[in-house]
């Protein structure tokens, strides 16, 4: 529960979506509305470079998340 309203507090005083350290991966939207523009980039990069997933310490959008809610630009 301190955690949530912790993250909840911190996302009201964010740019976008919020602070990807303190977002938790199944708040999606907020996930992909973190990174805005660079959403799309990153997930080309994660593609490349990580494809086996293995680094998912802070939740990073992927193609699922980018088809259902699209960045803020």
Do not use: I, W
Request: net charge positive; aromatic share 8%.
């Amino acid at each position: 529960m301190a955690g949530r309203c912790l993250q909840r507090s911190r996302t009201l005083r964010s740019a976008g979506g919020g602070y990807p350290n303190f977002l938790l991966p199944d708040q999606e939207e907020q996930v992909v509305h973190a990174y805005g523009a660079h959403a799309e980039r990153l997930v080309k990069a994660k593609e490349t470079y990580d494809p086996e997933y293995v680094f998912t310490a802070t939740p990073l959008p992927d193609r699922s998340m980018l088809k259902t809610h699209r960045p803020a630009r």
